[in-house]
């Protein structure tokens, strides 16, 4: 596997980075990697918008990125979309050059809660701003021109990657010619609401929260372990979750202040959880999960009505791929069957692919073949 490193770049607007609802910072820096070879006129690169708990380390093996630490664990060296980049693969790096930052607020060296505040020389904590998808555009915007593109062949984007996918799209309808919008949606739905309500309470409760500010003190392992678990049986269909815990073995040790855990499913729940706090920072958590909460394409694109909104992607002449996944527990299929119906009343040029799996919500991320030949006509035609 090829090794990679992830590069830098800082926003330094004159005067501070002013985010939508009002925050602001004194320069944001975005980690990113980049696979292929830009052309001279920067016309053949795609962005790629990662999921809630991803990065921007999509293909390759990378063991360290500067700054960043333990959390950096060996399941993520390498990259999560390695059977989907690559030469001659869905995305063919022989001809497209593709860039994916992680996001503002992240957590893999990107600036976010856990920098160093210049002012107070200490990690921002509770300090760092909400941020939204339109502030996560804008930097990936940033980034685009520094790096001299200035049309995108394509923005593609899963899950709450799709929703930053629409955001660019509609906010910048020139600025890219195809959007591919995986198992993502239009505007949050009030069950997903619920749901990632149920999660920031999980953090927020965690008695080593602090609000925010636990970096010198130790993290909220229990809330975000808590928060973790309650996502993950919507990212994984129920039925793949008992074929993997039938593989496992109840732990001796799982045993919480009076309950024993007491079959191969909570053995294997509490162990995603256990898992992904090594991992991962929950203040970043929270502001992704808050972006993801609140998401309306309609209001990140200053529209009235999502004709009025998607009207600019026609003007663009973009064209759109949009897949739904039929067992997923997530984003639901109706949810992409609305940004479907939004776009085609908008007169967009668009398909809607529905992929017949059992992986749930994560099959984008393990069945390649389903997606492969829609992604290489779009990109190719």
Not at 120 to 134: E, I, L, M, R
Not at 211 to 234: C, E, N, Q, V
């Amino acid at each position: 596997m090829t090794a990679v490193e992830t590069q830098f770049f800082t926003h330094r607007p004159d005067g501070p980075v002013v985010l939508r609802d009002g925050g602001e910072l004194p320069e944001v820096t975005l980690a990113y990697e980049s696979w292929g070879e830009l052309n001279a006129d920067g016309s053949n690169a795609i962005l790629l918008f990662h999921a809630l708990s991803g990065s921007h380390h999509a293909v390759g093996h990378n063991e360290s990125i500067p700054g960043v630490g333990d959390i950096w664990q060996p399941e993520l060296h390498d990259g999560w979309w390695e059977d989907m980049i690559g030469p001659g693969k869905a995305i063919d790096t022989n001809r497209w050059f593709v860039v994916c930052a992680n996001y503002l607020g992240g957590c893999y060296g990107s600036t976010g809660p856990a920098s160093i505040d210049p002012d107070t020389g200490k990690p921002y904590g509770s300090s760092f701003p909400h941020v939204t998808a339109a502030d996560q555009v804008e930097m990936q915007v940033a980034l685009l021109d520094h790096l001299g593109i200035g049309t995108l062949h394509a923005a593609v984007g899963p899950s709450v990657g799709g929703l930053l996918a629409l955001t660019l799209a509609t906010r910048f309808p020139d600025r890219v010619r195809n959007v591919i919008s995986i198992a993502s949606g239009f505007k949050t739905t009030v069950l997903n609401r619920l749901i990632l309500f149920e999660q920031i309470l999980a953090i927020e409760n965690d008695p080593f929260f602090n609000g925010g500010d636990f970096y010198d003190s130790g993290p909220p392992l229990y809330g975000l372990a808590l928060a973790r678990m309650i996502s993950h049986k919507t990212f994984v269909h129920l039925d793949a979750i008992e074929r993997r815990a039938r593989q496992d073995v109840v732990q001796s040790d799982d045993v919480l202040a009076w309950y024993r855990v007491r079959d191969q499913f909570q053995s294997y729940m509490l162990h995603q959880g256990k898992k992904f706090v090594k991992r991962f920072d929950a203040n970043t958590y929270l502001r992704i999960v808050d972006l993801w909460s609140r998401y309306d394409a309609c209001r990140e694109g200053d529209a009235e009505t999502p004709e009025d909104l998607l009207s600019r992607c026609k003007a663009a002449g973009q064209r759109w791929l949009v897949f739904s996944i039929d067992s997923d527990f997530c984003l639901y299929p109706e949810e992409q069957g609305e940004l479907t119906a939004h776009l085609e009343h908008a007169g967009v040029e668009c398909m809607h692919i529905t992929v017949h799996s059992e992986k749930g919500h994560d099959s984008f991320l393990v069945e390649p073949d389903l997606y492969t030949p829609h992604i290489r006509w779009l990109l190719d035609e």
